[in-house]
């Protein structure tokens, strides 16, 4: 056996069992992959697969990326490589109803007409140089296309997501219904102060050109079935048929969009003479509770970091309103597909939601404030003069609330024996899905929009990402529990940890000493630029032999400087090479040195057991 191994034949039989090994495998298991990263970035979802199974009729997706023109441009293409194999992946899931083409759009071709008729948008890459492409148009049986315009690396985390929400949108492309029950004027009133009507909310004229409206009655008993999402504002002492109707709908797998509020500023109903105040407070307290959740009652959030800036009037000075809050990135949940692309948010007298102890379901907060925030008793914002008032009493708690969640999970019915006339409902649900928001303020245009008439036209120009926020929120509850169970990504590109660690702890060591050197060397140039000053520009300068020492002393002192200002430099990142170094030993001799040393030992032991 051992003379055919060293055999001519012997090395022919191997040559030739290696390449039918490698015919087999090109063959049998072109489809096999093996995600060895942390985060799984090459394996679709449990979400994404049901909705790839659930596909009716074929889907073509037509991905483009100008390979060609990208070919100095590595972390585009190693991102480009990414969608393509994420494609490749739903393709192979989808069992042939995903048509996969790539196609890499050359300047003036066919190709990149095509792109531009999708709507693609081309990045140009310099001054009237090409046109880069980096998206996706998918289209279905009937006709309807979607796309993604391009795929922005700093939002990778969503890819997933927003590659199923186009394969769900094409394979079902009609717009969801959303319900709409209010307390509030969302679509128009009348000014009782002005004497004249109110135009509708501009959120509301956001929605609808997205999403089918179908306006609800505050005493209806029952959402309809083709309702996909419930979008509750402000609702005020709902009758308990109606709470019930909530109650079931969302047992039955209806999603819920709620904004409550313990002190909403836009409730301006006017109560009769003699009346005490009326209550601005809204809330769903029975159906909070069987949720796992509730809104602390009568208390408003008041945070000292985020207080906005509002004006008292003409000509006076402008105060920070610590209940007037402008909600940065940092507090908005970077996670969530809802609030992660939004850079600010802005509410008004918002109210606190908290997890239940022992609650069943999931409490995850999208929008928190600092920890220099603390609660106020809501009442006194009714009387509420001065908001400087609220700065001067502000006691930071050192604890972060809630003023926005998302609730998922198992829970049960808020009326597990039924109402009157109705005990046949259901008593729990596996799974709910609810977006609760302790605010109703904010979706008021004075929180996020100036609207300007042009020609009869309202323009909206928006300073805050309120609307945005309503509508990704909207958009990610009209799909499918199993597109909204399909969340953020780990990032494809992954940070050097230890080392960004090692230059944070270097720059907090010299930097003081860097700063001390910068501040001597402006000195001394400082006093340089003074004995080399002439008074009188006509005339030559000339110096004393006391000031030309001064002058080279001054000269020798600034380069010393800019010596030990270059040695501060060089030490920032000294530790950082040294860590290299040590790694380069590492891969490049001391783990061959190892497995040399492994195998002699192996041999050495085998030496001993033939002997």
Do not use: C
């Not at 759009?105 to 531009?116: C, L, R, V």
């Not at 979008?231 to 039955?252: N, S």
């Not at 809104?295 to 008041?302: A, E, F, T, Y």
């Not at 003023?403 to 006339?421: C, H, K, T």
């Amino acid at each position: 056996m051992k003379k055919l191994m060293y055999s001519s034949a012997g090395l022919l039989l191997i040559a030739l069992a290696f390449l039918a090994f490698n015919l087999f495998s090109s063959l049998s298991l072109s489809g096999a992959r093996l995600d060895l990263t942390e985060q799984k970035l090459y394996t679709i979802s449990a979400g994404t697969e049901q909705i790839l199974a659930e596909l009716e009729q074929p889907i073509e997706l037509d991905f483009f990326f100008s390979d060609t023109t990208a070919k100095d441009l590595p972390a585009l293409r190693n991102y480009a490589k990414r969608v393509e194999e994420m494609l490749k992946a739903y393709q192979r899931a989808a069992d042939g109803k995903i048509q996969l083409r790539i196609i890499d759009p050359a300047p003036f071709s066919e190709d990149e007409d095509k792109a531009a008729e999708f709507g693609l948008q081309g990045i140009p890459l310099q001054q009237g140089g090409d046109q880069l492409y980096l998206g996706l148009a998918g289209k279905n049986a009937q006709g309807d296309t979607q796309v993604i315009p391009f795929f922005a690396l700093d939002q990778e985390e969503f890819l997933e997501y927003e590659l199923s929400r186009l394969v769900q949108s094409l394979a079902k492309p009609e717009r969801p219904v959303v319900g709409v029950l209010s307390g509030l004027p969302i679509n128009g009133g009348f000014d009782m102060q002005a004497r004249q009507p109110t135009p509708p909310w501009m959120v509301m004229e956001e929605i609808r050109q997205l999403f089918k409206i179908e306006s609800l009655k505050a005493d209806i008993d029952l959402i309809p079935e083709q309702v996909s999402v419930l979008l509750l504002i402000h609702p005020k002492q709902l009758p308990e048929q109606t709470l019930y109707a909530i109650d079931q709908f969302v047992l039955r797998g209806g999603k819920l969009l709620a904004f409550v509020d313990p002190f909403s500023e836009a409730d301006t109903q006017a109560g009769m003479p003699g009346e005490m105040a009326i209550d601005k407070s809204s809330s769903l307290t029975p159906l909070f509770k069987a949720w796992g959740l509730r809104m602390v009652p009568d208390k408003v959030l008041g945070d000292g970091s985020y207080a906005m800036s509002v004006s008292m009037g003409q000509g006076q000075r402008a105060v920070r309103h610590a209940a007037w809050l402008s909600l940065p990135k940092n507090a908005l949940d970077q996670d969530d597909i809802s609030t992660a692309a939004l850079e600010n948010l802005t509410v008004a007298t918002a109210g606190i939601l908290e997890p239940l102890e022992g609650a069943k379901t999931r409490f995850i907060p999208l929008l928190q404030s600092s920890q220099y925030a603390m609660p106020f008793d809501a009442k006194r914002f009714g009387l509420l003069q001065n908001p400087e008032e609220l700065i001067r009493e502000l006691q930071p708690t050192g604890e972060r609330y809630a003023i926005a969640a998302r609730i998922s999970g198992p829970a049960q019915s808020a009326y597990p024996d039924g109402i009157e006339g109705r005990k046949d409902g259901l008593k729990q649900a596996d799974s709910i899905n609810v977006i609760a928001v302790a605010d109703t303020d904010l979706l008021t245009d004075r929180m996020w929009v100036q609207v300007q008439d042009f020609f009869g036209q309202r323009i909206p120009q928006p300073w805050a990402d309120n609307a945005a926020f309503a509508i990704n929120a909207l958009d990610n509850l009209s799909g499918s529990d199993a597109l909204i169970s399909v969340r953020s990504r780990g990032r494809f590109t992954r940070p050097f940890e230890v080392v960004e660690a090692i230059q944070r702890d270097a720059e907090v060591r010299f930097r003081e000493k860097e700063q001390a050197l910068q501040a001597r060397l402006a000195d001394t140039e400082q006093k340089l630029a003074a004995l080399q000053r002439s008074d009188d520009p006509s005339k030559a300068l000339e110096l004393t032999p006391e000031q030309q020492a001064t002058v080279r002393q001054f000269l020798q002192e600034k380069v010393k400087i800019r010596k030990e200002l270059r040695e501060v430099r060089y030490q920032l990142n000294a530790d950082i090479e040294a860590l290299g170094r040590s790694l380069k030993f590492a891969n490049i001799a001391l783990v061959p040195l190892l497995l040399t040393l492994g195998v002699l030992a192996l041999w050495l032991w085998r030496r001993r057991q033939q002997s």
